[in-house]
Structures are given as C-alpha cells and as structure tokens.
C-alpha cells in the first residue's frame, strides 16, 4: 500500500492548487461592489423620496379639509390650514366661495432629497358647506 505525502498533489497545503492570478479576484470583487454602489444608492433615496411624496401629499389633505373646516366658520382658514401639516413641509390654501358652500385648495411644497431635483408641489382640494 502506497502512502501519500502530507502537502503533495492539487488539493495539499495552503496555497497550493490557486492559479497564477486567483488571488487578485478578491480585489476585483470589491471594486465591483464599488461600482454599484451609486445604483444602489439612487434607488434608496427614489424609495425614499416616494414616501415623502406620499407623505405629503396625504398632509395636502388635511390641510385642505381644516381650511375648510376653518373657512366654513368663518375663522382663519390659512393659518389653520398651516398648522394642520408637519411643521417641515410648507401649506398654502386658497378659499373658494359658491354660495352655501366653501371650496379650499391646499398646496403642499415637499422637499427633495435627491440632489439636482427641484422641490415637489401636492394639491389636495376640500368642500363644506358654510355655517351661517
């Protein structure tokens, strides 16, 4: 019965068996996570971006039903409908008055975090009838 020696053939020691240039492969592995990472970086801050937008778009709303609300009563419809959003994000309503009704439009400025895009705008509108 023949014995093998420890360290000999293909699969014996370490470094034994790697090709010339395996060992570099490690190194071009990173570099290629490098390379993606600005992908991946871009669709984190669309996915977060999007929410803001949902966000935002979902406080337009509110705005919108509290200026109305306000409106309807005759009180300060602008500066409830301003405190009726985040204190981050800017709203703006504007009155409409058709008889026995009251019609507000909200405008909410929603701020983007994704460099070079302007700022994003929501417009959310609200009926009540007029308190008299």
């Known amino acids: 019965m023949a014995h093998r020696r420890r360290g000999?053939?293909?699969g014996g020691g370490p470094g034994r068996g790697l090709g010339r240039g395996q060992g570099r492969d490690r190194?071009?592995?990173?570099?290629?996570?490098?390379?993606?990472?600005?992908?991946?970086?871009?669709?984190?801050l669309a996915a977060v971006q999007l929410g803001l937008v949902a966000y935002g778009a979902q406080q337009a709303g509110t705005a919108a039903r509290t200026?109305?609300?306000?409106?309807?009563?005759?009180?300060?419809y602008a500066g409830d409908c301003a405190r009726a959003v985040s204190s981050w994000l800017d709203a703006a309503c504007a009155p409409a008055y058709s008889g026995d009704e009251v019609?507000?439009?909200?405008?909410v400025t929603i701020p983007s975090v994704i460099p070079?895009?302007?700022?994003?705008?929501?417009?959310?509108?609200a009926t009540m009838p007029v308190d008299h």
């Open 27 to 44: 190194g071009q592995a990173a570099i290629e996570y490098l390379g993606f990472l600005p992908v991946l970086l871009a669709v984190a």
């Open 67 to 76: 200026g109305a609300r306000s409106a309807s009563l005759h009180e300060d």
């Open 116 to 125: 070079g895009v302007g700022d994003f705008e929501a417009h959310r509108t």
């Open 103 to 107: 019609r507000v439009t909200s405008t």
């Open 8 to 10: 000999s053939g293909s």
